[in-house]
Nanobody, 115 residues
């Protein structure tokens, strides 16, 4: 059973930065592509960034050039560096396997971008 624990969210002003972390337990992390998802109020959850086990990355157009996903396989951890944040980035951020979700969702971490 894979457990995912997200952290690092907070409140920032537009243009600010945050770095999210996701610690995963279980062996699936070492073989799976991982992704960061987000869900804004009243909207469906969407995939914003993904990374394969070997480090190949992919981004949603809305975050391309501003967000950077990375992973440390030795620590079973995936990161999301978010720069130049915009109010429309406000959401609860989750990590999970990608593109197919295999694990139960964690509690997520809230990111709020507001002046």
């Amino acid at each position: 059973q894979v457990q995912l624990v997200e952290s690092g969210g907070g409140s920032v002003q537009p243009g600010g930065s945050l770095k999210l972390s996701c610690a995963a337990s279980g062996t699936i992390f070492s073989i799976a592509a991982m992704g960061w998802y987000r869900q804004a109020p009243g909207k469906e959850r969407e995939l914003v960034a993904s990374i394969t086990r070997r480090g190949s990355t992919n981004y949603a157009d809305s975050v391309k050039g501003r967000f950077t996903i990375s992973r440390d396989n030795a620590k079973n951890t995936v990161y999301l560096q978010m720069d130049s944040l915009k109010p429309e980035d406000t959401a609860v951020y989750y990590c999970n396997t990608s593109p197919t979700v295999f694990a139960s969702w964690g509690q997520g971490t809230q990111v709020t971008v507001s002046s």
